[in-house]
């Protein structure tokens, strides 16, 4: 009598080698990312409990460096530089964004011309539009040389060189960048919108504006709350825009928690102390991320 084979057998080895195929892909980017991503984390967060200095310290001193770190006028004053930048960043980029979206949204003409122009400034990297700034607001090259050669003798603007308004040129330059992106959200965001809700808003005698106000604005809440968490993200670890645009000058006056970070940890010889500070951020930056995937993990399951 014949042995039989079982039928199943090639295909379930078949499924089975098909499920394996996209996780044996994927596998290099994973052990990548959990050596230079989480490993890197987990590494400075000993450090900070050390007493490195120049070089890294394997001598454990607890919660010292944090005690410092907070004592330290240098970091509080960079934390009020970041408290007053992201509080500014955050909300005229979202205005203006919205702004932005709203006027693009009535379908006027040259929409394909206009729409890249404000996407242009997000294609470049912070170190570029740092740079470009620096140059337009230089007292000696920028806006003020230009109008005074124009004839505008008395024309004066030293923002980049006053500890009092630089940074207010961050803020700027910063908003310049971001602002078309934020545009791009909300612009998706308004396209999306049912406009048989809108037609029967206008049937019922709503104006413009109590149509924005009472049905277009709170149904837009997802896009402010996504624009909110990556305008703070890239507040909390702005770097390369400060280096290029004031290097953290006049003296501190725009100095950030990244670039105190980077001053601590390798020009100022107190490596301890800098991870201190890069622990803190990461703390910051999770407070808001995390909050924001919980909410969109539950709107999930809802739904």
Request: aromatic share 14%; hydrophobic share 50%.
């Amino acid at each position: 009598m014949k042995s039989s084979t079982h039928p199943y057998r090639p295909t379930r080895l078949r499924q089975g080698f098909e499920r394996l195929i996209p996780k044996i892909v994927l596998s290099p980017s994973l052990v990548l990312m959990l050596v230079f991503v989480y490993g890197f984390i987990a590494y400075s967060l000993y450090l900070s409990f050390t007493d490195s200095t120049i070089l890294p310290s394997y001598n454990l001193v607890g919660w010292r460096n944090y005690a410092k770190l907070w004592q330290l006028p240098h970091w509080w004053q960079a934390f009020r530089n970041l408290l007053i930048f992201s509080g500014l960043y955050i909300s005229i980029t979202t205005l203006l964004g919205l702004t932005l979206a709203i006027f693009l949204d009535q379908k006027i003409r040259g929409e394909g011309f206009l729409r890249p122009i404000y996407l242009y400034p997000m294609a470049l990297s912070f170190i570029v539009t740092g740079t470009a700034w620096k140059w337009f607001l230089d007292p000696g090259i920028g806006l003020e040389h230009l109008m005074q050669q124009w004839g505008w003798s008395s024309f004066s603007f030293t923002w980049i060189k006053d500890s009092d308004m630089a940074i207010y040129t961050v803020v700027i330059a910063a908003v310049w960048q971001s602002s078309g992106f934020v545009m791009a959200m909300f612009l998706a965001g308004l396209r999306g919108v049912d406009g048989e809700i809108i037609k029967a808003a206008e049937i019922d005698g709503a104006s413009t504006l109590t149509i924005y106000r009472r049905i277009i604005l709170p149904m837009m809440r997802p896009v402010f709350l996504s624009s909110f968490v990556i305008l703070a993200h890239l507040a909390i670890k702005s770097y390369d825009l400060i280096i290029a645009l004031t290097g953290g000058g006049p003296g501190q006056a725009t100095e950030m928690p990244a670039t105190f970070m980077y001053s601590y940890s390798f020009t100022r010889n107190s490596m301890g102390v800098g991870a201190a500070s890069a622990i803190i951020m990461m703390i910051m930056v999770f407070s808001i991320i995390i909050p924001y995937l919980y909410a969109e993990g539950r709107k999930e399951s809802r739904e």
